[in-house]
């Protein structure tokens, strides 16, 4: 199984801070990756689609980039909305995993 | 494009239970699908893969041999049948669409389908 690792586990960070977390696989991947946003009771809403392939209708401060083995998602200018727990997730091979998700506080 | 997860709720550990995921405004048969499980306050866990014809399908461990995945194109409908249900199969269960016909990403999401395993 592909282990997908995500750092921090958790951040807190103020309105308009530049944001990067990083997930890293336990094996290459190419850029079989995505990224996904979740609020508290709400479904995850895909952000990201092959490692850097912004989601439609997804603000443009979200950026993600990497391939291989190490991704990162940056949201350039934090906004109020954009405090929720962010997850990756890889489709290069069976099982799908997901990184341990990332959660971001307001400070 | 809308999916609206049913059939959740409290079940007996041991015992089973169907959950549905009717699509509205796009066609099912055109995606590959799956389901996804959140445990209460854990992260999220893929659960199972069906491509757009139903002909293959893919489980993750943790519920191989207990549960099936299947589809019913003509009623734009995705199913898990669960049994032999455990205390840690107690979760909110997704379904999710993919963006073609083999799983990728997933675009759409369903609102989610409590199901609780306890005596």
């Known amino acids: 199984d592909i282990l997908m690792t995500q750092s921090p586990s958790s951040l807190s960070a103020s309105v308009g801070d530049r944001v990067t977390i990083t997930c890293r696989a336990s094996q290459g991947i190419r850029n079989d990756l995505g990224w996904y946003q979740q609020r508290p009771g709400k479904a995850p809403k895909r952000l990201i689609y092959a490692a850097s392939s912004l989601q439609s209708g997804v603000p443009s401060r979200f950026s993600g980039s990497g391939s291989g083995r190490e991704f990162t998602l940056t949201i350039s200018s934090l906004q109020p909305e954009d405090f929720a727990t962010y997850y990756c997730?890889?489709?290069?091979?069976?099982?799908?995993?997901f990184g341990g998700g990332t959660k971001v506080e307001i400070k | 494009m809308q999916l609206l997860e049913s059939g959740g709720g409290l079940v007996q550990p041991g015992g089973s239970l169907r959950l549905s995921c009717a699509a509205s405004e796009f066609t099912l048969s055109n995606y590959a699908m799956s389901w996804v499980r959140q445990a209460p306050g854990k992260g999220l866990e893929w659960v199972s893969d069906?491509?757009?014809?139903?002909?293959?399908?893919y489980y993750a461990d943790s519920v191989k041999g207990r549960f099936t995945i299947s589809r019913d194109n003509s009623k734009n409908t995705l199913y898990l049948q669960m049994s032999s249900l455990r205390g840690e199969d107690t979760a909110i269960y997704y379904c999710?669409?993919?963006?073609?016909?083999?799983?990728?990403?997933?675009?759409?999401w369903g609102q989610g389908s409590l199901v609780t395993v306890s005596s």
């Open positions: 069906i491509s757009d014809d139903g002909g293959s399908t």
């Open positions: 997730q890889q489709h290069n091979s069976y099982p799908l995993t």
């Open positions: 999710a669409k993919s963006s073609g016909p083999t799983v990728t990403t997933w675009n759409s």
